[in-house]
């Protein structure tokens, strides 16, 4: 809940300023107050009228407002918020942002206020990539700016990619958090992600296909609401979400000994696509081509992590998930596996080739617990990350 709180919500002028006006419902339904404030590109996009109206205040646009100013000057304007909401963030704004200028009102706000900012960026996929952006990024975070999104997705201006702004719903959740609020806030989760490389010899190695995309998101979406996350992570070809302790790992048997290492915790997810075997003896040279003669390679299995975290008598997290990466049989394959490794919930997906699921952006997962199995519809793997750590708040909640 969020009664008590005010909210100054800079609206920007990008497409997804008609996505702020359902954020100001959400943030009124939980009980904030919304001070909304409009730069002139936001009010090509959405009328001061509607904003006004659903915010149930005045709606403030212009920095030089005699009327305002004899109102509420807005060095105090800036300052009688619990939190600063920047929604969309767009590229410009994040760039006057990060320079600290201050040629109107949303801006002269930023600048001369002393309340916590968190903002949610939406813009282009190239303008976010862009060095410029990812440079103010930085030195906005490194000033202290919390940062909800971008999600991936299509995109109004017909690209896909990261650059498509936080649905309503996620944004209250990083504003909860930011408030000290998130469901979550105080609990421990650790998450498993991306491959394992197991080496052949000091340049070789056995790798799989595994993005790391989904325990990225995972993460990210556990932090947002408010958990102390480790993230544990093969060599992963997405980045770690921001807002979490990451442990680098190579090979199974480190993540292992990172996943021992990060307990206790209230909650874990092994969303890693863990090796299952690794080469005996690997060399401490090149093996080397001989004409005519083939190497032949030795296994060894690898620990089981999630078999050996969910069988842990004391120390067991009291939420264990783990994931089915499956071709065949799905379902049946993920029930049984839940029942093998003795974890709580196993999040099952298919990945034959033809799903486009591994390595991919999108999702279709069906999550199995002892209550039975729920098919979730296919969404990008933000919505599914978000949707899972929803779950465990809730689960974490109730006990
Ligand atoms: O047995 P399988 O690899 O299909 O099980 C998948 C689940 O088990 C995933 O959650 C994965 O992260 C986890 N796992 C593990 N350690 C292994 C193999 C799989 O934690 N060695």
């Known amino acids: 809940m969020l009664s008590g709180k005010r909210i100054l ?3 920007g002028g990008g497409i997804a300023a008609y996505k702020a006006l359902d954020l100001i419902r959400r943030l009124r339904e939980r009980g904030a107050a919304v001070t909304p404030v409009l730069t002139a590109a936001a009010a090509q996009f959405v009328t001061p009228l509607s904003v006004s109206a659903l915010a ?22 800036s300052r009688v918020a619990d939190l600063v909401v920047v929604a969309p963030a767009t590229a410009d704004l994040m760039a006057k942002m990060a320079q600290g200028l201050a040629g109107d009102l949303a801006t002269t706000l930023l600048l001369a206020t002393d309340t916590p900012v968190l903002i949610a960026p939406a813009m282009n996929v190239r303008m976010w990539e862009h060095a410029a952006t990812q440079r103010n990024l930085a030195t906005l975070r490194g000033d202290g700016v919390r940062v909800v999104g971008p999600n991936e997705g ?8 990261p ?17 000290g609020q998130g469901p979550l806030q105080g609990r421990r989760v650790l998450v498993t992600s991306g491959p394992t490389h197991e080496p052949i010899d000091p340049v070789r190695y056995i790798a799989n296909r595994s993005s790391g995309a989904q325990g990225s998101a995972i993460a990210r979406a556990l932090a947002v609401l408010g958990a102390e996350v480790t993230f544990v992570t093969g060599p992963a070809g997405v980045p770690p979400p921001d807002g979490v302790a990451v442990v680098r790992v190579q090979t199974a ?6 996943v021992m290492a990060a307990l206790p915790a209230d909650a874990a997810v092994f969303a890693a696509a863990v090796a ?11 093996i080397k081509k001989v004409a005519g003669t083939l190497p032949t390679l030795q296994f060894a299995e690898n620990p089981d992590i999630l078999a050996e975290v969910s069988q842990l008598g004391t120390g067991r997290p009291k939420l264990v998930v783990g994931f089915a990466a499956e071709t065949d049989d799905v379902v049946a394959n993920a029930t049984a596996k839940r029942v093998r490794k003795g974890c709580d919930w196993i999040v099952a997906n298919d990945v034959s080739p033809a799903t486009g699921i591994m390595g991919g952006t999108e999702n279709a997962v ?7 199995a729920e ?15 929803a779950r465990i708040a809730d689960a974490l909640g109730k006990g």
């Open 9 to 11: 919500l800079i609206i």
């Open 56 to 77: 149930g205040e005045k709606v403030y646009t212009e920095l030089f407002d005699l009327t305002d100013e004899a109102e509420m000057g807005h060095i105090q304007l």
């Open 154 to 161: 299509d995109m109004a201006c017909g690209e896909y990619g």
């Open 163 to 179: 650059g498509r702004m936080s649905e309503p719903l996620e944004i209250v959740a990083g504003v909860e958090a930011a408030l």
């Open 253 to 258: 048997r480190q993540m292992r000994d990172a």
């Open 276 to 286: 299952d075997w690794h080469v005996v003896g690997d060399s401490r040279s090149k």
């Open 366 to 372: 069906t999550l199995i617990s002892d209550a039975g």
């Open 375 to 389: 098919v979730w519809d296919r969404a990008g793997k933000d919505v599914v990350a978000t949707r899972l750590a």
